[in-house]
């Protein structure tokens, strides 16, 4: 038997620390969903599928800024000396994943206002003809096109990964310190966005596509998360009893039910079931992937933050 | 170059919080913080327990990982013993040093930045010891260049047993404990 009594009780730090409350797991939710946006637009924009008619490509771009934006004030409301957010550049620090990550955010915009560009919408067009002007400038030159794909797929990548790098960086905290979170994030963010296509497109064809595509997507994610759980309980003592926070701990409820049931399997079930034709596309299935893909951020990161290196002297 | 460190002993102190007590003087911690605390550490079976008492604080690690994730360079090394400091006008409160810590050490102050143990660095840039170590009442604890094989600290190193907390979290703690 081990117990430590302490005299310290800092607001946040004590008993457990919580210093993220709902606004970073929020923003780690819309940063994978607009990389996984930027992925698919990037891809529908290399294989010319943004010439079809009614192409959510037009929408992607715009999605996309928007929830970037809601996601970085998000990042915003939490900081606790807001004032001096402009800290973050005036430098560059090559150790911090933040670092990384908040000027990643800065090179998105124009990757996303480029696409835009390609095929934007209408009210816009509307409200600026000379949008049109630039607009067909880029669709005039095919290289043009590409780039902005590229582009928009590395940078989707980029933010997608960065957003797990952000947490497995943290040795401190072991739930968070395992190689595989980076592509959890990544495919969960692209799963996500096949969902909101699926939900949002008014193109069949793209529909099917992304459909099928989020089935895949899932299913790497259920793989990856066996893979996380398998390496954590296959690490020290520290993480195996971080894992089991949300194996059968206090946060297992919300991680089995809502976030692999739920989010994961249920909609798996109905997509496939719409993909064979059995029954039609409707927006039930994306609806449980985005909740369970914002929840298993909340999971992750809550967890995360309760997990520590002396947790089995806590919890004994 | 100096490496200033901590050497604590563990059969000395009782707890009496006067090292708490002067840190919040000194430097003014707003009410309700703490940058240095008191753990009891019990440990065995009823009726053969051992207890242990010990005044913890930040441990100025050597491979800190609250300055390499900081990503305004408001965590930094100062250039005198290694300490580890925090930059208050550099600091926008993102919080990533605190999850950073393994020791929980840091905290936000009410004014928005993230604050921690400086080793008292302004008494020790003036040939004095940290406001902690200066008021101990058993003489418990050391304060000294880690570097020089002729210190008080290195010499207690040196004949006594003695552990850091959590070596395992990677991070070179420079605070050590008398067993």
């Not at chain 1, 835009?116 to 949008?131: N, Q, W």
């Not at chain 1, 089935?215 to 520290?238: D, R």
């Not at chain 2, 040093?97 to 393994?102: E, L, N």
Request: hydrophobic content about 45%; glycine content about 6%; charged content about 15%.
């Amino acid at each position: 038997m081990q117990e430590l009594t302490s005299t310290r009780h800092n607001l946040m730090i004590d008993p457990n620390i919580h210093i993220w409350g709902w606004e970073i797991p929020v923003y780690l939710f819309l940063g994978g969903l607009v990389a996984g946006m930027m992925i698919i637009s990037g891809y529908l924009l290399y294989k010319d599928k943004y010439k079809e008619p009614d192409s959510s490509i037009g929408l992607l771009p715009l999605f996309g800024i928007i929830l970037l934006s809601l996601g970085m004030f998000t990042l915003f409301l939490d900081l606790e000396h807001k004032l001096y957010v402009w800290r973050m550049y005036m430098t560059f620090r090559i150790k911090s994943p933040m670092s990384w990550g908040s000027w990643i955010l800065i090179l998105v915009y124009p990757a996303l206002i480029a696409n835009l560009l390609i095929k934007p919408p209408l009210f816009l067009t509307k409200r600026f003809p000379k949008i049109m002007y630039y607009s067909s400038i880029i669709r005039g030159n095919q290289k043009i096109v590409k780039t902005i794909s590229i582009a928009n797929i590395s940078l989707g990548i980029g933010l997608g990964i960065y957003t797990g790098i952000l947490l497995s960086a943290f040795s401190a905290r072991p739930l968070w310190n395992s190689a595989v979170l980076p592509l959890l994030f990544l495919i969960s963010g692209l799963s996500t966005a096949s969902a909101l296509v699926h939900m949002i497109s008014k193109n069949k064809h793209e529909r099917v596509l992304f459909a099928k595509a989020d089935n895949v997507f899932i299913g790497a994610e259920l793989f990856i998360i066996l893979l996380f759980i398998i390496g954590m309980l296959s690490s020290a003592q520290a993480n195996i009893d971080a894992i089991y926070l949300i194996l059968n701990g206090p946060y297992a409820a919300v991680f089995w039910i809502f976030v692999v049931l739920l989010g994961l399997v249920i909609p798996l079930f109905i997509q496939s079931l719409s993909v064979l034709n059995k029954i039609s596309h409707t927006a039930v299935a994306p609806i449980l992937v985005l909740a369970g893909g914002l929840l298993l951020r909340f999971v992750i990161v809550n967890a995360g933050q309760f997990s520590h290196w002396n947790l089995s002297s806590f919890i004994k | 170059m100096a490496r200033f460190g901590m050497v604590i002993d563990t059969v000395k102190c009782v707890g009496c919080m006067d090292c708490v007590v002067a840190c919040k003087t000194e430097n003014n911690v707003p009410e309700g913080y703490n940058r240095d605390w008191i753990v009891q550490d019990v440990r065995g079976d009823y009726p053969t327990l051992n207890m242990e008492i010990r005044t913890e604080r930040c441990n100025h690690c050597d491979e800190p990982p609250c300055v390499s994730c900081c990503p305004c360079g408001a965590s930094h090394i100062h250039d005198l013993g290694g300490v580890v400091l925090v930059d208050h006008d550099k600091c926008s409160g993102c919080k990533a040093c605190i999850a950073a810590c393994p020791y929980d050490a840091r905290f936000i102050h009410p004014d928005g930045y993230a604050d921690k143990c400086t080793f008292c660095i302004h008494r020790v840039e003036q040939g004095l010891q940290p406001a902690c170590v200066s008021v101990c009442p058993t003489h418990c604890m050391y304060f000294g260049d880690l570097d020089d094989p002729n210190s008080e600290v290195r010499k207690l190193l040196a004949s006594r047993k003695n552990y850091s907390l959590m070596p395992e979290a990677g991070t070179k703690p420079q605070i050590f404990y008398l067993e």
